[in-house]
């Protein structure tokens, strides 16, 4: 566990290409409930308006960003 007290999982991938891709997961030591620190640059198709899928309960005023893109964008 991290300092924070947060639980920490780190992921890279390495393709076939010689590209490398990496997140990590944040995750509250109690609830398990991810966390991420709030960002403020996006990549646009983060955007829950961007392409929401139809039966996505949530709307763009509550969750301007879909939960788990932004943890792949980093």
């Known amino acids: 566990m991290a300092e924070t007290g947060l639980i920490r999982y780190h992921y890279r ?12 997961i944040l995750l509250g ?10 960002r403020e ?3 646009d198709w983060t955007r829950l308006g961007f392409r929401q899928c139809d039966n ?3 709307s ?15």
């Open 56 to 58: 996505c309960p949530l």
């Open 29 to 38: 030591p109690d609830s398990l409930a991810l966390t991420r620190p709030e």
């Open 60 to 74: 763009e005023e509550t969750h301007p960003a879909v939960p788990s893109p932004p943890i792949w964008s980093t």
């Open 13 to 24: 991938f390495r393709f076939p290409d010689g590209k490398e891709s990496s997140y990590e």
């Open 41 to 43: 640059d996006l990549p």
